[in-house]
């Protein structure tokens, strides 16, 4: 932390990574913020680290702002140290090990997030690597499981099983007692899908997954317009294709005769914009029932590359070009 001296008043200094404009990676910069205040019902966190998600990219360039009132630094998760409370702040510390779900924020050396969103660290994983769950495990578990209401016996498909939330959804849908499907553009990447649990293992760019899958209750997908019709097609009667990203397009076709005789829902979320309240209830599942599971070994965070904060230029390039399997850190050097 840095003083400035403006106007007679000291104002701390933080660093940051800052986007100069919307474009590659080559437009993140580390440099000086203001340092964040935690106000009513908000903690001060001192970053340990934080993880890139596909969300980020898409804000780097311009195409993802945040939500009303949030930071405008990139970064949807983070772990660290509570190091203020801000006022009305119960259930939490000075010198707490923590990680949290933020609306941005993230990349940098301190971040303020709503209390409702800080968890604490899962028995037996460290500081650094916490960093990887919150998103994660805030997506999973709110589409998967509370609004997807898989089941035992069920058969779960996750596209894109080899990136951040489809480590982490395999894992978690094994432990609910589902018949796991994934999808990866490698065998090498699926014969790691298969270590984690997987069941099924369709390599989208040699296998169509309707026909390898036959039939799904619970579809999480990343890809929306693109496999809007094969999503349909291979949901079982009363199935549900939960959808969380966009990046096969943002306009299908809806087949409503297909929903309508297998009586199937479609239901696309997201987490970023949520309230609070809405955050802090998923936030509340996940410590009660997902941290339990971590805390026993049967859901691990993967973590495919730990790169220094100072380096998120080269984060982004790994997780663009589907390098990394599992989730990409950004590490805070001291």
């Not at 898409?58 to 195409?63: D, E, I, S």
């Not at 140290?81 to 609306?103: K, N, P, Q, S, Y």
């Not at 990394?324 to 850190?329: A, D, N, P, S």
Request: some cysteine.
């Amino acid at each position: 932390m840095v003083p400035e001296v403006s106007n007679g008043i000291t104002v701390d200094r933080v660093h940051a990574i800052t986007v100069r404009e919307p474009g590659g990676p080559e437009v993140l910069t580390w440099t000086e913020v203001e340092d964040p205040v935690p106000g009513p019902g908000e903690v001060l966190i001192d970053v340990a680290a934080s993880a890139v998600n596909r969300a980020d990219l898409l804000q780097r360039q311009g195409l993802y702002p945040p939500p009303p009132g949030a930071s405008d630094i990139i970064g949807l998760e983070c772990s660290g140290t509570i190091v203020a409370l801000g006022e009305g702040v119960t259930g939490w510390h000075v010198g707490d090990e923590v990680c949290a779900l933020l609306a941005g924020g993230g990349y940098a050396e301190k971040v303020v997030v709503p209390a409702p969103q800080v968890l604490p660290l899962p028995d037996g994983v460290d500081v650094v690597t916490a960093a990887a769950l919150p998103e994660v495990a805030c997506t999973v578990w709110s589409n998967v499981v509370m609004d997807g209401r898989l089941e035992l016996g069920e058969t779960f498909l996750v596209h894109g099983g080899a990136g951040g939330i489809g480590t982490h959804a395999i894992q978690v849908a094994k432990a609910l007692g589902a018949t796991v499907a994934v999808t990866a553009g490698s065998g090498e990447r699926l014969a790691k899908c298969a270590e984690l649990g997987a069941d099924v293992l369709v390599n989208y760019k040699t296998q169509d997954f309707v026909a390898e899958v036959g039939k799904a209750d619970v579809v999480l997908d990343n890809m929306g317009a693109s496999y809007l019709p094969r999503n349909i097609d291979v949901l079982a009667p009363d199935g549900r294709l939960m959808i969380i990203g966009m990046q096969g397009g943002v306009k299908g076709e809806l087949p409503i005769g297909k929903l309508l005789s297998k009586r199937a829902s479609v239901m696309a979320t997201g987490l970023r914009g949520r309230s609070v309240e809405n955050k802090g209830a998923i936030v509340a599942q996940v410590r009660e029932h997902l941290w339990p599971l971590v805390g026993s070994g049967a859901v691990k965070p993967v973590v495919g590359r730990v790169v220094p904060m100072q380096e998120a230029a080269e984060a982004h390039r790994l997780l663009e070009a589907s390098d990394v399997f599992g989730k990409v850190l950004l590490r805070r050097e001291r």
